[in-house]
Structure formats: structure tokens, C-alpha cells
T-cell receptor
Framework: ETGVTQTPRHLVMGMTNKKSLKCEQHLGHNAMYWYKQSAKKPLELMFVYNFKEQTENNSVPSRFSPECPNSSHLFLHLHTLQPEDSALYLC???????????FGQGTRLTVV | GEDVEQSLFLSVREGDSSVINCTYTDSSSTYLYWYKQEPGAGLQLLTY?????DMKQDQRLTVLLNKKDKHLSLRIADTQTGDSAIYFC??????????????FGKGTKLSVIP
């Protein structure tokens, strides 16, 4: 148990569906992150939020839309995804001036 | 090329030592990390080393850092079957506004043979 909880653990969605991934951290951290883990590729940073403000967007397509209503919660809204978006999506958090990132268990997303 | 490079596979016999190597490119890295990912699970922080250190030991784990060559290694003594997992090397670079960006390697899959 890392203190970072992601739901759902598994998700299968069609290309026309709209779904959301949820991440919640109980560590009192101020920074939260979304990563994408695809087979045989390095872990890719998608978005960074610090104190609820988005500070990084690594050229992520607009079909991925993040939302950070407060420092403890982070969402990733998904809309009209492609099969190549199938991957493990990992949420992480870190202290604002710290560097250790704590990861959730991830959501395994399959787009059909 | 990739910012962080690791070999993809390593097989060792149970009881032997495992050494997983990593090279990185950004000399401004502040911390370097080793994460472990077991099947079906997220990433678990194993250990980390500050960039001004050469070595860190934590029970069966030894991290060696050669900053000049930008080379990081993780040694697992007395490797057990429960150590079978994918091990990710990561470097941490300040990305502004108090947050840090981690750049990961592709991961090394460690297989422990009983």
C-alpha cells in the first residue's frame, strides 16, 4: 500500500465511449502525475499538477483530459480513444519540494 | 537515443547476486531511483541515491553511482524468487514550481531461476 489509490484497476472501453480514471492520494503531497506505460517503451510522463495547477503537458492528445479538483484527487477523462492508447496508466504523487514519487497500482486500459 | 538506458533482461540463479545497470544522460539529475514492478502491480520505490553520493546500501540492496560516467547500478545480494520483477531506473530533474520530472528507462526484467 503506497498511499496512492487508482480506480478502476481494469477498464475496457470502445472507441466512442467516455470514461474517467481516478487517482487519490492520502500522503498530503502537493504534486500529482499521470504516466503512461506501454509495452516495450519507456514510461511516459503525461501531465503534472502542482498545487492543483497544471505545470506540464507533454504533448498529450486532447482525447486525454486531466482534472485536478484538489491536491488529493486527480482524474483523467478519456474520450474517443484509439486502440494504440491501450496501456497501463499510472498515477503518482510527490511532496512539493521532495523528489520521491509514490505510484498507484495503475489502471490497465484496453481500447477495443 | 533514450535519456535513460537499461538492458531489458537478466536471469540469475537463486542465491546469486544480481546486478542491474543503467546509464543516464542529464548531468543535472538530483536524485536517481530504482523502482520495482511486480506482475500486475504499479511501481514500488525500492531505493534512491542523491547525486552527490557514490554508494548507498540498504539490507540486500547496494546502489552504486558513477557520476562521471553517468552510470547507476543496483546490486541485489542473495537473490530470491520473490525478487523476480521488472526494475526501472529513473532520474529526477527539477521541472519548475516545486515539482520534479522523473525520466524512466524501459525496465530490466529480472528472472530468478530456482
Amino acid at each position: 500500500e503506497t498511499g496512492v489509490t487508482q480506480t478502476p484497476r481494469h477498464l475496457v472501453m470502445g472507441m466512442t465511449n467516455k470514461k474517467s480514471l481516478k487517482c487519490e492520494q492520502h500522503l498530503g503531497h502537493n504534486a500529482m502525475y499521470w504516466y503512461k506505460q506501454s509495452a516495450k517503451k519507456p514510461l511516459e510522463l503525461m501531465f503534472v499538477y502542482n498545487f492543483k495547477e497544471q505545470t506540464e503537458n507533454n504533448s498529450v492528445p486532447s482525447r486525454f483530459s486531466p482534472e485536478c479538483p484538489n491536491s488529493s484527487h486527480l482524474f483523467l477523462h478519456l474520450h474517443t480513444l484509439q486502440p494504440e492508447d491501450s496501456a497501463l496508466y499510472l498515477c503518482a504523487s510527490s511532496q512539493d519540494h521532495g523528489t520521491e514519487a509514490f505510484f498507484g497500482q495503475g489502471t490497465r486500459l484496453t481500447v477495443v | 537515443g533514450e535519456d535513460v538506458e537499461q538492458s531489458l533482461f537478466l536471469s540469475v540463479r537463486e542465491g546469486d547476486s544480481s546486478v542491474i545497470n543503467c546509464t543516464y544522460t542529464d548531468s543535472s539529475s538530483t536524485y536517481l531511483y530504482w523502482y520495482k514492478q511486480e506482475p500486475g502491480a504499479g511501481l514500488q520505490l525500492l531505493t534512491y541515491i542523491f547525486s552527490n553520493m557514490d554508494m548507498k546500501q540498504d539490507q540486500r540492496l547496494t546502489v552504486l553511482l558513477n557520476k562521471k560516467d553517468k552510470h547507476l547500478s543496483l546490486r541485489i545480494a542473495d537473490t530470491q524468487t520473490g525478487d523476480s520483477a521488472i526494475y526501472f531506473c529513473a532520474e529526477s530533474i527539477a521541472s519548475g514550481a516545486g515539482s520534479y520530472q522523473l525520466t524512466f528507462g524501459k525496465g530490466t526484467k529480472l528472472s530468478v531461476i530456482p
